[in-house]
């Protein structure tokens, strides 16, 4: 008898917590229900092993499993999340690097472009600093016994500023010359007046000190005779060519 009403009681448990179950409760009912089914199995398998006491004490142990299950279904589904988020940061991860490989890939290119540029530049560079040192020259002609700068050819000395400037490996040789009347003494101070003429004009439009070279010749490399007046206009001159800095 008393084993029939343990019985009725353990069935009731588990018919209480089926129909809890079959209602479709929220997640706490659900964590109930597993309660109450584990108190109806442990009692049921307490009064199968031990009567009255075993079913008390079953009911209790069956109370624990049926916590115990719902944490275990929570710490289950705490893991899923976990696998979920770990599977988002990997895609994040991989997009991440994927996006840097696409940076890093641009600016090699970008910097095999500007090599590629910069190399056309210097050879550029090169071929016109070649050209103005071995193709550029200019004479400027003195009135006789004047070392004064006709404002004409203060003109084509601005181009001169001009090429200094773009081209800072340049070098600008000033070369000056007399003719023959007069003494060779008188007529090597003028080269040397004409000269500084020439190369004072550069610097105060800026051009430095250590990128002129002044040489005065005086009469000696004169071309045309004594008599000759027309032609001895153009040795009363200075002479401006170009190199380069390292020459």
């Known amino acids: 008898m008393k084993y029939r009403l343990m019985l009725s009681a353990c069935f009731a448990l588990l018919g209480v917590a089926n129909s ?5 409760e929220n997640e706490m009912a659900q964590t109930y229900d597993q ?31 049926g916590h115990q299950q719902g944490q275990a279904d929570d710490l289950a589904g705490a893991r899923r999340e976990v696998l979920e988020l770990t599977a988002e940061q990997r895609d994040l991860r991989h997009d991440l690097q994927v996006a840097q490989n696409e940076v890093t890939t641009l600016r090699q290119n970008n910097a095999d472009k500007s090599q590629q540029e910069q190399v056309l530049i210097e050879e550029r560079y090169a071929d016109q600093l070649a050209a103005i040192a071995n193709g550029v020259v200019l004479n400027i002609q003195f009135r006789t016994e004047s070392a004064e700068l ?55 439009a800026g051009v430095a000190v250590n990128r002129i070279r002044k040489v005065p010749y005086g009469e000696s490399q004169t071309e ?4 000759d007046v ?6 009363r001159r200075v002479v401006l060519y170009f190199c380069r800095r390292s020459s």
Do not use: C, K
């Open 20 to 24: 809890a179950w079959a209602a479709g």
């Open 35 to 65: 309660q109450w089914q584990g108190m109806g199995v442990g009692g049921l398998m307490g009064a199968l092993l031990g009567g009255p006491p075993g079913f008390i004490i079953g009911i209790a142990g069956g109370a624990l499993i």
């Open 150 to 204: 006709a404002p004409h050819f203060e003109q084509q000395l601005t181009r001169v500023i001009a090429l200094l400037d773009a081209f800072p490996d340049l070098l600008v040789h000033i070369d000056g010359y007399a003719d023959q009347r007069g003494t060779e003494q008188f007529n090597h101070a003028l080269s040397q007046r004409r000269v500084d003429a020439v190369a004072q004009h550069l610097q105060t």
């Open 224 to 227: 045309y005779a004594e008599n």
């Open 230 to 235: 027309e032609g001895m206009s153009f040795d």
